[in-house]
């Protein structure tokens, strides 16, 4: 590790770069029913076998005793694992609890997901074109459907604001844009769009587009500006629809803003999606010791990308 800026204090999941950890990216499962041309499975694609609930919430209880208080889970496709439900009754109280699915599994199970504590999801959403769609998702044909009625299921159900994540590639959807903005207009508010800039796994390289004239672009069209603490992204908002655009590729204000910790499949404290060299076992770590390792964890992680 190269030169610490900060020294930890003994309270707090501060790392040595001086950014404080707030939230947690937990992994649930590698099992997915999709299989997108672009996936980066969390930068973890060795874990076998899925963390027990119980495992999920002592991490979680834990964290939440040193400042956490946002948790998101993430896969392969959360919404595979059938105990959902008690993961999120196991938790204790957070300010934003959600949840990133591909939306093939919210029909019909929005409103339990809500009533078991769920506050919001963010849905992959690359195309509106059901060709385009399966393509990018290696889906049926019927997918992109399902998925139109779990986004109308998830606001039904107030698991809401809905954040739609379409990545962009360059060729397949880059023509999209404003037609996805249209789409999210038609729910007054209660669905926002998501851009997100590719990352290079899978060897995807000839779909990355250049985000800057994209900023361009919707810095022209916007009424407002606002920027989120959250690696510092920007949202736009345009004729009334709220557009945000994540951009992780090579941007040291990005990762001098993340605020998260990660947890692998399996049960692994991660720091860092890009990072496969500092994880922690924390399968069968007791309550009393859990702290311990979250400061452990929090202390090894680097920026992946600094000036
Ligand atoms: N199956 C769930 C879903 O579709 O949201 C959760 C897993 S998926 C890995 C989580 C998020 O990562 C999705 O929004 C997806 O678009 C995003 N993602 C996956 N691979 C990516 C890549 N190469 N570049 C940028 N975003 C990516």
Redesign the pocket.
Known sequence: MNSPLVAQTSDSLTDPFGRTVTSLRISITNR?N?D?I?????GDTDSKGEIPVETISNIVHAASGMGVDKVKF?????FMRKDFEDILSSLPKLRDVSA???GTFLKGRAQDLKDAGLDRV???L?SLDPQMYRFITNSNSNALNIVLDGIHNAVDAGLTPVKL?M?LLKGINDNEIYEMLDFTRTYNGQVILQL???????D?SRYQIDVNSVEKDLRSHADEIRVRTMHRRKKYIIDGAEVELVR?VDNSEFCANCNRLRVTADGKLKGCLLVNDDLIDVSSTPPEDMPGMLKLAVSRRVPYCRN
Do not use: A, R
Not at 74 to 78: L, Q
């Open positions: 997915c999709y997108c672009y996936c980066h499975h969390e993430s896969g392969g496709e959360p990133t699915t591909n963010n849905i992959s690359d994540n990545v997100i800039e590719l990352m290079d796994f899978n995807v992780p």
